[in-house]
């Protein structure tokens, strides 16, 4: 099938509140035109300079997402467009993002990254870090930042009861926060679930969904 027609089957396939980023990293410029040709605007890269160089070709209207690691030193280049930044994992990566934005005259959306798989090798705030960043009333110095949801990967697992698992911690971090008083935050956005799991997420509670394989072949 077509980039467009895997599109409109996913989209067939999402509840109506959940939004849906098109995973466009080592994709060619074409296969997001055809995208963006099919109604998709929600795009999502994890490597800077990657995004940055799609983003000059590309209409003006696409919303980018920044869903990788993020280093502090690369953040410069991102925040003159960035619509929404998914893995902030530190305290002191918003120090620089609250910076750069300023510097555009921006308020720029974060989402923080929370660590709920098992693997050691993904990034994130741990439960205790996430709860006392609220309790400390962290993000308050942040004026030019929005703290709009929260982030997280599932296992790399077959085990679906794991997986579930890990999506209704992040669901319940998510319940339990939201109605917490605290500047610079307004969570929204769930963000959790990939091709392999997106299904299973939006049971979960999700909202936000980073579709990329599924949607453009494998890589």
Excluded at 116 to 134: M, N, R, S, V
Aim: proline content about 3%.
């Amino acid at each position: 099938m077509s980039i467009a027609q895997n599109l409109h089957a996913i989209r067939a396939s999402l509840p109506q509140e959940v939004s849906l980023v098109a995973v466009s990293k080592t994709k060619p410029i074409a296969d997001l035109q055809e995208a963006y040709a099919a109604g998709q605007r929600l795009f999502g890269e994890n490597k800077i300079q990657e995004m940055t160089e799609k983003w000059e070709h590309l209409p003006k209207d696409i919303s980018w997402h920044m869903i990788g690691h993020v280093q502090s030193n690369k953040v410069k280049f991102m925040a003159p467009y960035v619509s929404l930044i998914h893995g902030v994992d530190r305290l002191s990566l918003l120090d620089e993002i609250n910076k750069q934005a300023a510097k555009n005259n921006r308020i720029i959306n974060c989402l923080l990254q929370v660590h709920i798989a098992q693997e050691e090798t993904k990034f994130g705030f741990d439960e205790q870090e996430l709860l006392a960043a609220f309790d400390a009333n962290a993000f308050a110095p942040y004026s030019n930042i929005n703290i709009a949801g929260l982030m997280g990967m599932a296992s790399f697992t077959s085990d679906t009861t794991q997986i579930k698992t890990e999506f209704n911690q992040l669901k319940s971090h998510f319940d339990s926060l939201k109605n917490k008083p605290t500047a610079q935050v307004n969570l929204q956005i769930l963000s959790m679930g990939m091709s392999g799991d997106y299904a299973l997420a939006i049971a979960c509670g999700s909202n936000m969904v980073r579709i990329g394989s599924s949607i453009f072949g494998n890589r």
